[in-house]
C-alpha cells in the first residue's frame, strides 16, 4: 500500500500466509501438474527449466532462487542455467526443451500472437500433445506462483 502523504510503499503482507485455503488449492494444483508433466514423459529438468524462464521473464527473484536449486537437484547443469535466458542463441538445448521454452514464453506473454503460432507449431513438431498440455499447465502455474511471491516480496535468504 502507498501512503498518499509520502508517497512511500508500506509493508506488504505475504497473501500465501495471509490467505492460506488459497495458497493451499494452488499448491495442491502444482502438485497435480508435477504429476501430469510426469505422466507425459517430461522430464523433471524440463519442468524446472520452464519454472525458471516463465521466472526470468516474470523478475521472480524468490521463485527464481528456488527453482534453480531444485534444477540443479534434478541434475541440470549450471552451464544450461546460466545460458537458459538467452536459450534461442545456443545449441545447449534439445529441439524439445526449446519447444517447451517457446510454448512457456508464449504462455506467460499470450498477446504476442505470432509468438504463440510459432511456439504452437514448433511444439506441434516435437511434442505430443500430453506434453503440450503438460508444458502449458506448468507455465500456468509457475505465472501464478510468480505472482504470489512478487506481490508479497518474498525475500531471497542468503544461503549457507
Known amino acids: 500500500?502507498?501512503?498518499?502523504?509520502?508517497?512511500?510503499?508500506?509493508?506488504?503482507?505475504?497473501?500465501d500466509k495471509q490467505s492460506p485455503k488459497a495458497y493451499h488449492a494452488l499448491v495442491q494444483t502444482s502438485e497435480a501438474?508435477?504429476?501430469t508433466a510426469?505422466?507425459?514423459?517430461?522430464?523433471?529438468?524440463?519442468?524446472?527449466?520452464?519454472?525458471?524462464?516463465?521466472s526470468q521473464i516474470n523478475g521472480c527473484a524468490y521463485c527464481l532462487n528456488v527453482h534453480t536449486r531444485a534444477a540443479l537437484?534434478?541434475?541440470e547443469t549450471a552451464q544450461r542455467l546460466g545460458v537458459l535466458a538467452a536459450w534461442?542463441?545456443?545449441?545447449l538445448f534439445?529441439?524439445?526443451e526449446r519447444a517447451a521454452l517457446a510454448l512457456a514464453e508464449a504462455t506467460t506473454e499470450?498477446?504476442?500472437?505470432?509468438?504463440q503460432e510459432t511456439a504452437w507449431a514448433g511444439a506441434r513438431d516435437v511434442l505430443t500433445d500430453d506434453?503440450?498440455?503438460?508444458?502449458?499447465?506448468?507455465?500456468?502455474?509457475?505465472?501464478?506462483?510468480?505472482r504470489v511471491s512478487i506481490m508479497s516480496k518474498h525475500p531471497v535468504r542468503t544461503e549457507r
Open 1 to 15: 500500500m502507498i501512503s498518499h502523504a509520502t508517497g512511500t510503499a508500506t509493508q506488504r503482507i505475504f497473501i
Open 33 to 35: 501438474v508435477r504429476a
Open 38 to 54: 510426469a505422466d507425459a514423459g517430461l522430464d523433471r529438468t524440463v519442468v524446472e527449466l520452464i519454472n525458471l524462464r516463465v
Open 73 to 75: 537437484r534434478a541434475g
Open 88 to 91: 534461442r542463441d545456443t545449441e
Open 94 to 96: 534439445t529441439p524439445a
Open 110 to 115: 499470450p498477446t504476442d500472437a505470432a509468438a
Open 131 to 146: 506434453q503440450i498440455s503438460a508444458v502449458i499447465w506448468v507455465a500456468i502455474t509457475i505465472n501464478a506462483f510468480n
